[in-house]
Structure formats: structure tokens, C-alpha cells
């Protein structure tokens, strides 16, 4: 029975693999954008780990730096080819992207192109007010029991900020699951029915959902970790530095306030160089200090931008 069971059970690793180019927040994906890198655990893979990076790099040809593990989903209606249960085990993985990858349906995606009602850089996208706030309301109606209703009302406030509740940036799991539920999404109508009205890149499987749950995971983590050293270049200006916190946070920020803190916590030094090729002023040039990143590897220090968002 046992060895029944383990047999009609696989595990899928999966990789939300984030880098920050040019301000924008990125995400490597395979299959022409509609899948996240992954792969079957093999009896042949040392550990989860172990395989995933040997998947990412055999798909993408990217190698895998700083990797964390995400989640593990087990939903019930997912199975792969012979019928039997995938479990996915995903992990966040921060790098640089480096360019073209040379391998055909891979490459590197704005994130918002998922999820374009999480960019708020530059305020509230309309699309929320005119099409996702509207069609919530009215799925948060259609019921008879008002209870139901009420859970509903309550959901949808908090994730999205109605009814003068703030955002939360960090909710973008929570957010996507609703728009799930409510069938406002082309993963729900493939498994529902029914006809998907948001804009939005699918993804293949649950690889929409995981790839949620790792810009949640990041988001949360900028604020009590200094995660973002993985994704800036050695050398960077402090604008850069803002606009990657910014990228990730889907929320602008205070510019003499996140460079007040930045001050604070001492976290970088000046180079003595200048940004060279941009408009304007030439920038100084800064570097995480040393001693913060032998701090970071023994035990962590903040990127302090809690308060500013």
C-alpha cells in the first residue's frame, strides 16, 4: 500500500528566479513566459536544492546564487501525465540578469506583466477602480447566504483596499487567490469555466500562484533583511538603490526619507567614483559596506524601509 502511494506521488521543484535591470522588477521564465523553471525531484539529486539548481541550469543556463525555500503546494487537482499527484516545492532565488539567455522560450519578464494591479509606483492602476473593484463587488453579492457575503465584502476591502482600509503590499498572494475565487482569472476559468475579464499573463499549472507567493516572501523580506545586496551591481548610485526597493515594493518611496535612513544605518559608503553616462548631475557611486555584508551572512541587518512604506 505504502509503495503504491509513494509512487503516485512526485514532486515538482519550481524556481522564482528575481532580478531588478534597469528599475524594473524581473523574473526568468520558460515556455514563451507561461512557466517558471522546474523540474522533477530525482532519486539521482543529492537534495530539493541540489535538483532545483541543476534544473535551472540545464533549462535556463543560469546559475542558481542566493536560494531560499518558498512553499510547498499540494493541491488536489494537480497531476502530471500517468495520473498520479504533483506536489511543487518551490524556492525564491535572488541573481543579476545577465542579458539574453540563448535558449529558445526562456527569458526574463517584468513581473507586473502577471500581476499589473500590483504596480502602484506611480499610484493606484486604473484597472482596479474601473474593472477589478466593480467586478469584486459583484461577486461579492452573488450569494444568498449573507454571511458568505459579508466574508466576502471583508476579503475583498483588506486585499484591496476598499472601503478606506489601506494597502498592503505584501498581500499579493492573498490578492491573486481571490481573483481566483471570484473566476476573474484564466487559471480559474480553465478549471471552473466561465470567461476570465483581467488583464494579466497565465501561467501553466499553479506556476501563477507560486510566482506570487515569491514577490509576497520578498516584498516582506526587504523589510527586516537586506535581501536587495543580492540584486544591486557592486557599484550603484542611491537613486538606483531607491528605484530597486521601489520595483520590488510596487509602492514609491520618499526620497530624502529612504536616503535619511539609508544614512542611519550606515549600510553603504561612497566608491569616489561618479555615475557616468546618465543625464544631468553625476551621481556618486556606493557599495555596500564590508563589514555589513560579513554582518549579513552571520546574522542579518535591515534594509530599513518599513516606515517608508
Known amino acids: 500500500m505504502t509503495e503504491s502511494v509513494e ?35 530525482e532519486l539521482s539529486h543529492r537534495s530539493l536544492q541540489a535538483g532545483l539548481r541543476d534544473w535551472v541550469e540545464a533549462q535556463t543556463h543560469h546559475p542558481l546564487g542566493y536560494v531560499e525555500q518558498l512553499y510547498t503546494f499540494a493541491d488536489g487537482d494537480r497531476s502530471d501525465e500517468s495520473g498520479g499527484r504533483v506536489i511543487s516545492v518551490s524556492y525564491l532565488g535572488l541573481t543579476r540578469e545577465a542579458g539574453e539567455t540563448g535558449v529558445a522560450q526562456v527569458g526574463w519578464q517584468d513581473w507586473y506583466r502577471y500581476f499589473p494591479w500590483e504596480d502602484r509606483r506611480a499610484g493606484a492602476p486604473a484597472l482596479v477602480q474601473d474593472l477589478i473593484v466593480p467586478q469584486l ?19 475583498a476591502a483588506i486585499t484591496f483596499g476598499m472601503d478606506d482600509t489601506s494597502w498592503n503590499e505584501d498581500l499579493v498572494l492573498q490578492r491573486y487567490e481571490l481573483l481566483f475565487e471570484a473566476g476573474l482569472v484564466p ?18 499549472h499553479d506556476h501563477r500562484r507560486i510566482l506570487a507567493t515569491g514577490i509576497a516572501r520578498l516584498r516582506a523580506k526587504i523589510k527586516y533583511r537586506p535581501v536587495v545586496f543580492e540584486l544591486m551591481p557592486e557599484q550603484f548610485t542611491l537613486l538606483q538603490l531607491q ?36 543625464a544631468g548631475r553625476p ?17 542579518g541587518s535591515k534594509l530599513p524601509v518599513s516606515r517608508v512604506l
Not at 243 to 270: D, S, Y
Open 187 to 204: 487559471e480559474a476559468v480553465r478549471r471552473n469555466g466561465g470567461q476570465a475579464v483581467l488583464p494579466g499573463q497565465p501561467m501553466r
Open 243 to 278: 528605484m530597486a526597493v521601489e520595483a520590488l515594493a510596487g509602492r514609491g518611496l520618499h526620497k530624502q526619507n529612504f536616503r535619511r535612513f539609508i544614512e542611519q544605518q550606515a549600510l553603504v559608503e561612497e566608491t569616489g567614483a561618479m555615475a557616468t553616462g546618465t
Open 137 to 155: 463587488a459583484a461577486w461579492c453579492e452573488d450569494s444568498a447566504d449573507a454571511a458568505v457575503r459579508a466574508r466576502r465584502h471583508q476579503r
Open 7 to 41: 509512487r503516485s506521488v512526485h514532486a515538482e521543484l519550481v524556481a522564482v528566479l528575481v532580478a531588478v535591470t534597469n528599475g524594473e522588477p524581473r523574473v526568468l521564465t520558460t515556455d514563451d513566459a507561461r512557466a517558471l523553471p522546474a523540474g522533477p525531484f
Open 283 to 299: 551621481a556618486k557611486l556606493f557599495r555596500f559596506r564590508r563589514d555589513v555584508l560579513l554582518e549579513r551572512a552571520i546574522a
